[in-house]
């Protein structure tokens, strides 16, 4: 087979030598643009796991590069005159340089011809004669550019601004450092990769970038500035640059995150970083493109792959191989670019809950993890966070099992029980023995808070005819058992979600979501006359008659908690319900007081929870659920619209803002969940999501 590698970086070079070591009869040639010594990087990074699929592939180079590696088993975090240092996280390191050394003996060792200082452009013509065409000409790939149609590419542009510079200054664990400055925070990302040098890769935000005049600057400028800034970690080092070509501030970069729908057309094929990007915050994008060429040298080399059509073939396995595992490390450096994105939400945490958010920031890591790696160093977090929840005794709990104080409630732990609706309720929706057996085995499972499913405060603000109310006398008895039940029988708070269904309701309980009642159903109201479900019923757009009725609705539910010995409410102010329907401008078509910008917007929901407060009173506390994220981009609710309406909701009463989110998107979810209380402080959570970092 004649393969052209378009590109001689790692991706490139990797190839071509795991081709020969499959068949020594392929003709394979490296075209690159620079001269052999040349990059413009300075150390990568790889895990243990990396280190062994190279063993495995090809001892030989294998054995070389780890003769150079540099090995650290730590992260040190430096912020202020605070630093937290956790072991057992298996880092190495090669200088990039080196690295492309040793691949480019071995390429020619196996017999893979190489032309550097050789220009190639978009045009495929020039290796028409070729089988294999492989595009691992980086992530600014001219390949991919002139076929990006085919390829499908996804390109985008992150916020923060970088540089990525060395220095001889030697460190002996991966350090964050973080530096505020009179215009901002900016911080570095230092490790060793050699004997004699580090990587130090200066981050930060674009308005802190051109406060501090970066954007004015020339290079040497900039590298002085980043010197004084970070003196007391360089330690009279100075910062060094390789990419003395470029003028001005073009040496600041914004990272591109890169998707591309299809890897390969006809007979080319895209590897490494043409293909997709991980930001350098998590350090794999050296990682992925070795254990891609790996890949793809695997299917490229079974004997039925003779023809263009057998080549598709394999290339499509190859793509579908690696496509999952390359998105994973995608998403997780996405939440650790995220992270670093909106500091400002983490840099006011105390040094060990700032320390222990950056080490989770990708979602990679988990509580229990860190405990395999250093459990003495989360223990001290735990010794922490237990004596700042009122724990002082020897014990070390887990943070999940801390207790827990908000307002005059005091919770023995923070496992709290979210709603789910049983559709179980009798048809005048009073809650029946279902109800205490299910809420009272969750009280007595030992959960902290145990929150009802959505109670409805009219017989017409229930989603279905199964669905349980708080609106009349019976209802409320019916509540007071459960709620004698669960206090007599176990520590655990009973919270009462009270809501209206608005567009949502008269469905059938069960079965298909949003089904519409055949009979029985019952007229509906919303922010707008806009149905919930393509096939939904159409609600009347609410007046302000309707309003106030809704509101005294409110009112007298939560008279009839306080009775029923409820702890706590919570307003169902998402899914898609009355509430949420006048936040969200999916549903809000208004053009009245109640309806257009967000302060609009937020006016009912805002008239309700000032109405409950004023009868809940001061000493109990208000949960209000939102949806943080309608997924759909700048046409409806978005994380920062999110921040902003739990702003509002926080500062008129609420208490705690959990957030309604589809189980599938959890993942990608946990950065707005988290950044929805880093902005403004108060406690928040996620349905079917436990996390306790960012939580005082």
Known sequence: MRVVCLGGGPAGLYFAISMKLRDPSHDILVV?????????????????????????????SARTIAASFAHWDDIEVVIGDRVERSGGHGFIGIGRKNLLT????????????????????????????????????????????AHEEQFGV?????????????????????????????????????????????TFIVECSEATWRALGFDHMEQAEAIAACEHIFARHLRGEPLLSNAAHLRGSAAWMNFRRILCENWSFDNVVLLGDAAHTAHFSIGSGTKLALEDAIKLADVMSRPAVAGRQSMSVALSEHQNERHTEVLKIQNSARNSTEWFETLERYVGFEPEQFAYSLLTRSQRVGHENLRMRDPAWLMSVERWYGAHAGREDEHVAPPMFTPFALRGMSLANRVAVSPVLTHMAGSDGTPTDFHLVHYGARALGGAGLVLTEMTAISADGRITPACPGL??????????????????????????????????????AGGAPDRALVKGGWPLVSASAQPYAPAGRMPSAMTRADMDRVCRDF?????????AGFDMIELQAGHGCLLSSFLTPLMNLRSDDYGGSLEKRLRF?????AAVRSCWGQDRPISVRISANDWVGETGVTPAEAVAIATALHDAGADVLPKALPVDVLPKALPVITGVRGWYGAPRGGVAQPAWQHRR
């Open 102 to 145: 040793i691949l480019q003996a071995r390429a020619r060792e196996l017999g893979v011809r190489q032309e550097f200082e050789t220009e190639f452009d978009q045009s495929l013509d020039a290796w028409k004669d070729y089988d294999l065409i492989v595009a691992a000409d980086g992530i600014n790939s001219c390949i991919r550019s």
């Open 471 to 508: 609106y009349n006398d019976a209802q409320a008895e019916a509540w007071r058992r459960i709620s004698n039940f669960v206090h007599s029988n176990s520590d655990a708070r009973f919270c009462v979600q009270l809501g209206h269904a608005g567009a949502r309701g008269a469905t059938e």
């Open 32 to 60: 690159e643009r620079n001269r052999a010594g040349d990059t413009f990087g300075w150390g990568v990074v790889f895990s243990d796991q990396t280190l062994e699929n190279l063993r495995a592939n090809d001892p030989t």
């Open 605 to 609: 929901p805002l008239e309700v929870l």
């Open 555 to 563: 009112v007298a539910a939560t008279q009839r908690a306080i009775f």
């Open 154 to 198: 996804q390109i985008e542009t992150r916020a923060n601004k970088f540089i990525w510079l060395g220095t001889p200054r030697l460190f002996d664990a991966f350090a964050f450092l973080f530096e505020k400055t009179d215009h901002g925070w900016i911080w570095a990302h230092a490790y060793r990769f050699d004997e004699t040098r580090s």
